[in-house]
């Protein structure tokens, strides 16, 4: 049997996986827990891709990593060393600029909106309930 890059933990913790930029979550059990990896059981029919984001709320803290194995409903995740904790400075810089430029996005809608009405336009449609 080949031995462990690091001695894990038996647990019992809720958590959360993300995929697809976080687009996707999948609730877990986390079994086991080590400094490079874990052992999660997942809703039997809950399908993950090969890269995935964990988040443990308990231990506050997200692992980014590889799914090394699957059987049945559990899957064995490799974390990346990099982006271990909570996000690289890297990663939470691109969120922070994805975020700006969706709220300037919403900004311009807002200002617009605020444009037409002001002509007198309405931005909805009137009821029908009257006709």
Request: aromatic letters at 6%; charged letters at 35%.
């Amino acid at each position: 049997m080949k031995e462990r890059a690091a001695p894990r933990q038996k647990t019992f913790l809720r958590g959360t996986i993300f995929c697809n930029d976080r687009q996707k979550s999948v609730e877990c059990i986390v079994r086991d827990l080590s400094d490079t990896g874990a052992r999660l059981v997942l809703p039997s029919d809950a399908t993950v891709p090969d890269e995935i984001e964990l988040y443990v709320p308990k231990k506050q803290r997200s692992h980014f990593g590889a799914v090394k194995w699957r059987r049945a409903d559990e899957i064995g995740m490799e974390f990346q060393r990099s982006r271990t904790n909570t996000g690289s400075v890297e990663e939470i810089l691109r969120r922070l600029e994805k975020l700006e430029a969706e709220v300037a996005v919403l900004r311009r809608h807002a200002r617009r909106r605020r444009v037409v009405e002001g002509a007198g336009f309405r931005t909805s449609l009137p009821s029908r309930s009257g006709s």
